[in-house]
């Protein structure tokens, strides 16, 4: 079933998958390895399960399926499954990647990462998706899914944005808060394909998260505060509240 659904929703169909594989063979095959290890790795996604329910006692807990896609996608979600891109994991050294295009370099991750993208993707499977097509609800469904997720795992799914954002955090909020209430994403969001060193893809996640936090650290009931961003209804009240705006817009 979960094969069935991610083929529908990122696969595509089998002529796609077979370009995937023949572009990468050595890379494809060496995924049996690390399929391997995944047994070894369920007492953390179920300890981030737990985590959630203590957090958020209504948390609905979906079946996992871990696929081999065709490297477009690390992990979606239905109404009951999720489905976790396996192919995505196969990062054991340089080497192991050298077939790999640019931005699969960089994002590509050592199967020891697969209880963070569970955790981001069981977030997802809580989350009301967003009212508008803007790209400030975008971000923050993604941004807090990396918050949230990264809550109960320990980690978060992007440490790479992280990296790269650490001493430019002024910058990319004043290039984002102009586009934020628009519906132009492609500079934010979902364009792996044309992202470059100087400006990785999906760096709204890293701006959602931010919000999120900083909502987070501004209210006391911390079990309400994931309530809360779960549940966003208004994008643009949900960024007042959590007074991320006006803390960026006093720095200089």
Known sequence: PGLKEFTKLRIGNGKALAKAVTESPKYFASLRTNAAKVDALKPAMLAAFQCLRNLYPAAVTPEVYFLVGRMNSAGTVDATKLLIGFDMFGKTDEASIAELGAWHRAVVSPVERLPYIVAHELIHAQQLPPKDNSLLGAALFEGVADFVGELISGQTINPHLHAFARNRHLELWQAFE????????????????????????????????????????RTTDKSAAVRDMLNITDPRAFLKASGYAEKMRGRK
């Open 178 to 217: 102009p586009a934020m209430l628009g519906g132009d994403k492609g500079r934010w969001l979902y364009q792996g394909e044309n992202a470059t060193p100087e400006w990785p893809a999906d760096l709204g996640y890293y701006m959602g998260y931010r919000i999120a936090e900083a909502y987070y650290q």
